[in-house]
């Protein structure tokens, strides 16, 4: 549901600017919108997900993921809760809901969700990049031709070419942690549009959205691709 909801938005943005695209356009909207109704139904089983993630989160080990987990699963209830009041104005089951307050506290909390979540991915990838730089010095120790053209190389050149290649290292030897830092990445576009904190377009809104749904797709179709919590 979602792949097809940012597919469409991605293909309306691309198509609206094309003469001769209108009746197009028109049906890549309204199935847009049909769909984006479609998953207010998987609402509820969303919202027991988040509260079940955020029992297991609060046993993890680690304090910063811990904590950053554990804050980032409460505000995905809010968000959701927010989200369903939403789909029941939206439906004419409460028509006294004052959509616009109720869309902006949906999509802070989602921003605050996926912040804190991001906050996670950056601890972790700096464990990694700790992890991998330790295990370099060790073999430079044991190299002492490579650490003296290391010693001699031009300073900030070497500085940035060794956190691009430590970065890159780091990630390639986790993949589940490069496909969340993904994933949190393009999902964020979304509420930052929405809240004003940086304006984007349609287009990569929906480039955003459809690239972390193929993420969440390879997530659950190869389980050993979630990122583990310590």
Same mark, same amino acid.
Not at 55 to 72: K, M, W, Y
């Given at each position: 549901?979602? !792949? ?14 094309? =003469? ?23 609402r ?7 509260v079940?993630a ?5 046993? =993890? ?10 804050? =980032?699963?409460?505000n995905?209830?809010i968000y959701?809760?927010?989200?369903t009041?939403?789909?029941?104005r939206? #439906?004419?089951? !409460? ?10 506290? !949906? $999509? ?10 991001? @906050?996670?991915d ?14 370099? $010095? ?5 190299s ?8 001699? =190389? ?6 940035l ?5 430590l970065?890159?290292?780091?990630l390639?030897?986790h993949?589940?942690?490069l ?23 349609? @287009?990569?809104?929906?480039? +955003? +959205?459809l #690239?972390s749904s193929?993420a +969440?797709?390879?997530? #659950? !179709? ?8 310590r």
């Open positions: 549901f979602r !792949a097809t909801q940012y597919t469409c938005m991605l293909l309306r943005y691309l198509l609206e600017p094309k =003469a001769g695209k209108e009746k197009v356009v028109m049906k890549l909207k309204k199935l847009e919108s049909s769909v984006s109704t479609g998953r207010k139904w998987l509820l089983g969303n919202v027991v997900h988040a079940q955020t029992e297991q989160s609060i046993h =993890a080990n680690d304090l910063v993921p811990r904590l950053c987990l554990t804050l =980032a699963n409460l995905r209830v959701f809760i927010c989200d009041i939403l789909w029941v939206s #439906v004419g089951l !409460a028509s006294g809901i004052n959509k616009e307050k109720w869309r902006i506290w !949906a $999509a802070r909390h989602y921003y605050y969700s996926l912040l804190l979540s991001l @906050g996670r950056l601890y972790e990838i700096s464990q990694q990049m700790e992890q991998v730089a330790h295990n370099r $010095a060790k073999r430079e120790k044991s002492p031709r490579d650490h003296l053209e290391y010693s001699v =190389a031009d300073e900030e050149t070497e500085w070419q060794s956190f691009l290649l970065l890159f290292r780091s390639k030897q993949p589940p942690l496909l969340d830092t993904v994933k949190n990445f393009c999902d964020i576009l979304n509420p930052l549009d929405q809240l004003g904190i940086y304006k984007s377009n349609p @287009g990569i809104i929906g480039l +955003g +959205g #690239v193929v +969440g797709m390879v997530i #659950v !179709a190869y389980p050993q691709m979630k990122l583990k919590t």
